[in-house]
């Protein structure tokens, strides 16, 4: 056998219970052909010396926002955690910008005003323009008076595309808008805003989706879940494909709107039905699962809980769906064959997600369906063995769990006395439930070795702060999650998550051996990928290995050299 390619001197971690460990991995087409001792190895047209590099299957991001990479006509607010930054840049952006008809923001932190949500009057004196901001996780949205008036909020008008918030003593708006990307990702939703946000304008979109996808081949990552697609956005990945942009794999979850009545749902069969009946050859492009919402999130003290926010006597968030209704429609979409993705956070919101699960497949007799649950921020004890014993998977983000992210609103909102429910990892890991890691890009760094190291500390990425140290997972585990458990979670256990013969050939060459840093995590965020290889082929290189042997090298590489640091980089 002669191989296509083989990389050797490598310490493999294969995943494959037969072979844990090898020294050598090599491809023939799209497959890999042999696994095993560097001496044993076939020849090959082109050999990698990865010089004790750690080789791994390559990372699938179960839940990372393609659609929502950063946008060049807007101002980022990463980093500004207080109401002056956020002035600053946002009033020096209109300044250089006097082209735009509106100033647009990403990636505000709730907690930028102290002690209560920003409001239309803090953004006063920046611009006589509209302006338009939203929160990093894409569930609410601020706006000025300027904007106000030009949606006719002000005049007692409602968006389409969220839920604005009115003083209770006057009735005004106060320029807070909450259920942002529940609302704005409905047929009439995502016409609105492409009507009234310049930023949502599809050929917007789609130069997000290019730079999201550059950076996910540059980070390691495979196979991406974009896991909230309109039907009305899914030509954008129609036309990445056609335009050679997929680098990596993609599986889509179209979006299931509360309110979509059975017409509609007829429409989801039929898109997934059409693609699976003529799939690309290179199977870079899957529809399949379907997007839900159970509740919204636990920072604006939405999500569902089953008592009082700790800072808001009286409030206990709301499911997404009246009363009961989620059971019902999932059991409904379980039906019709279809794979659910629901986003929970609250445990109110959880136990709900879980319930329709479960009566789904009582009803209908289904097994192995394998429904996930996103996030499963604060889980109630009695729900954790659930995941296992119902097949449901855990898609969580380790990132999101960091201090620097959640101190200030999601910690004083849920309260210390439930910490001990917060981003479970490690139980459920011991329960035997599927959890599969991922980013929430661009909630947080799509960057994987920012997840390996905040699974590990849960601590901010300065180090400090660390909190519920009982739930931090071990490299090894954490990399099971983010390969084998996201894998099953996509029913792709057979071709994808491990390192063997037969597989695709989906792998990453590292910067060096991770475990040399698995007592130390901080060493993770100064690392990177070196190669990428996508069914084969050589997506993306950088650094010592690629030069050596002379493999193509990306066109517009996105956080190489630097490793974690440079993950959230703006990618133009």
């Not at 946008?71 to 500004?80: H, M, P, Q, R």
């Not at 020096?92 to 505000?108: H, K, S, T």
């Not at 009115?166 to 808008?177: F, I, K, L, Q």
């Amino acid at each position: 056998m002669m191989l296509d390619t083989l990389i050797t001197g490598a310490r493999v971690r294969t995943f494959d219970p037969d072979v844990p460990w090898a020294e050598a991995v090599g491809i023939v087409d799209e497959r890999i052909a042999y696994v095993g001792p560097a001496a044993d190895a076939p020849n090959a047209r082109r050999r990698i010396e990865a010089d004790g590099r750690l080789v791994t299957p390559g990372i699938i991001d179960s839940h990372n926002h393609l659609l929502l990479g950063f946008d060049e006509d807007a101002v980022s607010l990463e980093g500004a955690h207080d109401l002056g930054e956020v002035r600053r840049r946002i009033s020096g952006f209109a300044a250089r910008r006097p082209d735009l008809d509106w100033i647009c923001a990403e990636n505000a932190v709730y907690s930028i005003v102290e002690g209560r949500r920003p409001n239309a009057a803090d953004l006063d004196g920046l611009t006589d323009r509209p302006v338009f901001v939203t929160t990093y996780d894409q569930h609410s949205v601020w706006l000025n008076r300027a904007a106000l008036r030009a949606l006719g909020v002000a005049d007692g008008g409602d968006l389409a595309w969220g839920r604005p918030e009115r003083d209770p003593a006057t009735g005004e708006p106060t320029g807070w808008v909450t259920d942002f990307y529940t609302s704005a990702m409905t047929v009439a939703g995502l016409a609105a805003l492409q009507r009234d946000i310049p930023m949502y304008s599809p050929e917007r979109r789609y130069r997000k989706l290019r730079s999201s996808m550059r950076m996910a081949t540059a980070l390691g990552i495979t196979t991406v879940v974009e896991p909230q697609v309109p039907l009305a956005e899914l030509p954008l990945f129609e036309r990445a494909l056609a335009e050679g942009v997929l680098a990596s794999r993609v599986i889509t979850a179209l979006f299931h709107p509360v309110g979509a009545d059975a017409a509609f749902r007829r429409r989801l069969r039929d898109a997934v039905d059409r693609a699976a009946a003529a799939p690309d050859a290179a199977g870079l492009l899957r529809l399949g699962p379907l997007k839900l919402y159970a509740d919204d999130v636990i920072e604006p003290h939405t999500a569902l809980m089953f008592e009082d926010y700790a800072n808001r006597p009286g409030v206990r968030g709301r499911p997404s769906y009246p009363d009961r209704e989620l059971v019902g429609v999932i059991g409904e979409l379980d039906r019709m064959g279809f794979q659910t993705h629901t986003h929970a956070t609250g445990d109110g919101g959880i136990r709900l997600a879980l319930d329709a699960i479960e009566h789904a497949a009582r009803v209908n007799g289904t097994r192995d369906r394998r429904h996930g649950i996103v996030h499963v921020e604060c889980l109630h004890p009695d729900d954790l063995p659930r995941f296992r014993a119902l097949g449901v998977t855990a898609a969580m983000q380790p990132r999101h769990c960091s201090p620097d992210l959640v101190a200030g609103t999601w910690m004083d909102n849920v309260g210390e006395e439930r910490w001990n429910r917060a981003w479970r990892f490690d139980s459920l890991l011991r329960s035997g439930a599927t959890v599969a890691f991922s980013s929430d890009w661009q909630v947080g760094e799509m960057d994987p070795l920012v997840g390996l190291y905040s699974a590990a500390t849960r601590a901010g990425l300065d180090g400090h702060d660390a909190w519920t140290a009982d739930e931090r997972v071990g490299l090894d585990r954490a990399l099971e999650a983010y390969t084998v458990h996201g894998a099953r979670a996509w029913h792709l256990e057979g071709s994808r998550g491990r390192l063997a013969p037969g597989m695709d050939a989906d792998l990453v060459v590292w910067s060096n051996d991770l475990y040399r840093h698995e007592h130390d995590p901080a060493g993770l965020l100064g690392e990177h990928a070196e190669v990428t290889v996508v069914g084969g082929r050589v997506v993306h290189s950088a650094g010592a290995v690629a030069e050596a042997v002379g493999a193509p090298v990306a066109e517009d590489p996105v956080a190489v050299g630097g490793g974690a640091a440079d993950a959230h980089v703006h990618v133009h």
